[in-house]
């Protein structure tokens, strides 16, 4: 007999009327489809009630019950101490962290190293527990290859006001990225669908069908061999801003999956993408009054910029 994990919510004023799928993508984590699944088999009650179908509509203070098979949860928090993880902030509806490279948020099949959660439970920090298992309280992602400023919820309420805020981008994310040459415009918007490469499960590509996507850049610095932009996102899709910028022909330095030079890279001792997330700004959860957190290139990075600098 499949063991299930029980869980209840209210519906946060942000939620209401909105799909009941769409409903238990933002509570607990889940996919539309699997959201679809659970209440297709009867796993969803909303204020005791059995769930009609997927585009049933959610009222603000309803109680949604969900109970998820054990199986979706089967990816393992490793509670550990991850050197280079540095708490920025702490208070009682969220931690904000700087992640360094070679850490995921969170597990996922196939990774086997370090993750900011499994950091978070090793130095004993309490997360929300909305979200699937293994992504308790994430509201946003950075790649294992990038590092930066990212939050995370602390408190339920956190996490419903922060996974709104994402969705309606009033989050402000600005990264810093070295491309290689120079961008024509020097500052612009790139509006391009992303969507899953057809030869690559592992990469994205601009595609016809794609995810909406927009990356708004400017240039801040301008060097010989490559540019240091600035670049602030309005959508949040996996490798967005490797992907537009390997669209504009000016990939990441250092980013070889997306047709970097490898010999540059070499040079410049860079074994990952030239990207950092360097600032988060968001209306704090609790308070309401708007916080931003930075976060400052890491010895690699700063390393690769300085030999361009030295190179004009």
Not at 56 to 79: K, M, T, Y
Not at 103 to 110: R, Y
Not at 282 to 305: C, I, Q, R
Request: proline share 5%; hydrophobic share 40%.
């Amino acid at each position: 007999m499949t063991n299930l994990d029980h869980r209840s919510l209210p519906v946060p004023d942000s939620l209401e009327g909105e799909r009941i799928d769409v409903a238990m993508s933002q509570l607990f984590g889940v996919s539309r489809t699997r959201a679809a699944e659970l209440i297709s088999l009867n796993h969803v009650r909303l204020d005791g009630a059995g769930v009609s179908g997927k585009s049933e509509r959610v009222l603000a203070g309803s109680v949604l019950d969900v109970s998820i098979p054990a199986e979706v949860n089967q990816l393992e928090i490793v509670p550990e101490i991850v050197e280079g993880i540095k708490i920025i902030h702490d208070d009682d509806a969220i931690v904000v962290i700087d992640k360094p490279v070679g850490v995921a948020v969170h597990p996922s099949p196939g990774w086997k190293g370090p993750t900011v959660v499994g950091h978070l439970a090793g130095a004993g920090f309490r997360i929300s527990t909305s979200g699937a298992k293994e992504r308790e309280g994430i509201v946003q992602r950075l790649d294992v290859g990038t590092s930066g400023v990212m939050v995370i919820a602390k408190s339920e309420h956190a996490y419903s006001i922060l996974k709104n805020a994402f969705r309606h981008r009033t989050v402000d994310k600005t990264y810093h990225a070295l491309v290689q040459g120079h961008a024509d415009p020097l500052a612009g918007t790139v509006d391009a669908p992303i969507g899953r490469h057809p030869g690559a499960d592992y990469k994205f590509a601009v595609l016809e069908g794609g995810r909406a996507s927009v990356t708004h850049y400017e240039t801040l610095e301008a060097h010989r061999f490559a540019s240091l932009l600035e670049v602030h996102l309005e959508t949040g899709r996996t490798h967005q801003i490797r992907v537009h910028m390997a669209a504009l022909k000016h990939p990441c330095v250092g980013d070889i999956t997306y047709g970097a030079d490898p010999t540059l890279a070499k040079r410049l001792k860079l074994t990952r993408q030239w990207l950092h997330a360097v600032e988060l700004g968001f209306e704090h959860p609790d308070g309401g009054e708007y916080v931003t957190f930075k976060s400052t290139y890491p010895d690699d990075l700063a390393h690769a910029l300085e030999v361009i600098r030295d190179s004009d």
